[in-house]
């Protein structure tokens, strides 16, 4: 799974979706985002009905595919495979680590929240790609995201933990390189990215990023699937879905690289 780490290390800016906070349709908003810069989206999704997710997110799965972009689904493992994403975000309720693992196969991307750092330590020692550390400032976005851990937890998740840190909960523009700084590899965004309406919004938060990490141009970090998007099943279709695979660099097959993208470290 080092791969699957690397691959999420050098994405910088990493966003999730929120329809309740969507100034546009959910995918014009990933759009605008990819566009922007944006290397991650997380779908995530607690009301819709199951076919609805599955017709979303293969929607995204292609816009993500078009640019290059990593997709993850949020809990749902059945709407990551029917959708051909390339894996799954899991908090610390939802479905064991083991058990995704077992589903997905070892090629998924499999990311899990971390609410402190020996959350954090036991997700790396069970083999997850990389953590969701969250929530680090005061967010209204997540109801159950709990109080504040502070920019000390991605301190201390920095000097302790090999695995990408992705930092959430309360980020925006104006402190993300304090984040950056601490020791994060990834910023995730909610609403300093999905309330917004222009494309320049998330080009200037991915030029910050660049700035503080020296992570490369948009133009210089693109990935493609090469297991391509699951087609909706017909009645002459089989339903089995296949294993997630994940990104992989240009090239049918090619391997993805084995060192990160970038060092991923604010100066």
Known sequence: ?????????????????????????????VAAALKGGAKVVQYREKDEATRAMVATARKLRTLTTAHGAILIINDRIDVALAAGADGVHLGQDDMP?????????????????????????????????????SPIF???????????????FVEEAGKRLRI????????????MGEVLSA????????????????TPT????????TCRTGLPPTSGSRW?????????????????????????????????????ICPFRAP
């Open 97 to 133: 680590y083991e058990a995704a693992r077992r589903i997905l196969g070892e090629e998924a991307i499999i990311g899990i929240t971390a609410h402190t750092v020996d959350e954090a330590l036991e997700a790396q020692q069970m083999g997850a790609d990389y953590v969701g550390l």
């Open 224 to 260: 493609t699937n090469t297991r391509g998007s699951i087609p909706a099943p017909t009645t002459s279709q089989p339903t089995t879905m296949a294993p997630i695979r994940p990104l992989s660099a240009p090239g049918e097959g090619a391997p993805l690289p084995t060192t990160p």
């Open 1 to 29: 799974m080092e791969r699957n780490s690397e691959t999420i290390k050098g994405c910088g800016l990493y966003i999730v979706t929120d329809r309740s906070l969507c100034r546009l349709p959910e995918e014009k908003m």
């Open 202 to 209: 998330v080009s200037a938060l991915r030029r910050t990023i």
């Open 183 to 198: 020791g994060a590899d990834c910023v995730a965004m909610i609403s300093a990215v999905v309330a917004s309406e222009d």
């Open 138 to 152: 005061p967010t209204a976005t997540k109801r159950d995201a709990g109080p504040a851990a502070g920019i000390a």
């Open 164 to 175: 990408p840190k992705v930092a959430i909960g309360g980020i925006n523009e104006a402190n």
